[in-house]
């Protein structure tokens, strides 16, 4: 994947990716559902693509893939049972420039991907943005008492390189302990 130029990546603002969805009627174990791409992922068309990003490694550490798989190839992750979509659609440089009517509309919009895939396990990265979307200020890290839908809520933490309190290891951890319990009876 080629490194965009600071040119690309300024016309990449309020571009929105396609998510990585199975086909309908595909089982889908969980929904990764990030706050909303950065400019390097609306200048490469994929899902956390910015390096240093650590969502890929932390789903390869945690025992999600069998290998580190490329942003490029997250066209594979339904073939693990699993999906990206983002709780804001547009790109944007920083997170902080959504507003949160934004991330609550996004809930409802994520409430309706949730209804018609139905996965087992909702997993949203990115507690602030949770707390903002569904109206749940106390939210921590982990496994959430409500359902949206059919599925499970988990909040796993931000895996943008600029969440300096959570490193790589402590990341795939939590990554680990969903993967568990999305695979619990199987």
Same mark, same amino acid.
């Given at each position: 994947?080629?490194?965009?130029?600071?040119?690309?990546?300024?016309?990449?603002?309020?571009?929105?990716?396609?998510?990585?969805?199975? =086909?309908?009627? $595909?089982?889908?174990?969980?929904?990764?559902?990030?706050?909303?791409?950065?400019?390097?992922?609306?200048?490469?068309?994929?899902?956390?693509?910015?390096?240093?990003?650590?969502?890929?490694?932390?789903?390869?550490?945690?025992?999600? $893939?069998?290998?580190?798989?490329?942003?490029?190839?997250?066209?594979?992750?339904?073939?693990?049972?699993?999906?990206?979509?983002?709780?804001?659609?547009?790109?944007? @440089?920083? @997170?902080?420039?959504?507003?949160?009517?934004?991330?609550?509309?996004?809930?409802?919009?994520?409430?309706?991907?949730?209804?018609?895939?139905?996965?087992?396990?909702?997993?949203?990265?990115?507690?602030?943005?949770?707390?903002?979307?569904?109206?749940?200020?106390?939210?921590?890290?982990?496994?959430?008492?409500?359902?949206?839908?059919? @599925?499970?809520?988990? =909040?796993?933490?931000?895996?943008?390189?600029?969440?300096?309190?959570?490193?790589?290891?402590?990341?795939?951890?939590?990554?680990?302990?969903?993967?568990?319990?999305?695979?619990?009876?199987?």
């Amino acid at each position: 994947m080629k490194r965009p130029t600071k040119a690309e990546l300024e016309a990449a603002r309020d571009r929105v990716i396609q998510d990585v969805l199975p =086909v309908d009627g $595909t089982p889908l174990r969980v929904l990764f559902c990030g706050i909303n791409p950065g400019l390097y992922s609306g200048a490469t068309g994929f899902h956390f693509a910015r390096p240093g990003n650590r969502f890929w490694p932390a789903l390869y550490r945690s025992g999600f $893939t069998d290998r580190l798989l490329t942003p490029a190839e997250e066209w594979l992750l339904p073939s693990y049972g699993l999906g990206i979509t983002n709780l804001a659609a547009r790109t944007t @440089a920083r @997170a902080d420039e959504l507003t949160a009517e934004e991330l609550r509309e996004g809930g409802r919009r994520l409430v309706e991907l949730v209804e018609r895939h139905r996965p087992r396990f909702l997993a949203v990265a990115g507690v602030t943005a949770y707390r903002t979307a569904f109206g749940m200020p106390k939210a921590q890290i982990g496994p959430r008492p409500e359902t949206i839908g059919p @599925a499970r809520v988990w =909040v796993l933490p931000n895996p943008s390189g600029l969440n300096a309190s959570w490193p790589l290891d402590r990341i795939a951890e939590e990554f680990a302990r969903l993967r568990e319990a999305a695979t619990d009876g199987d």
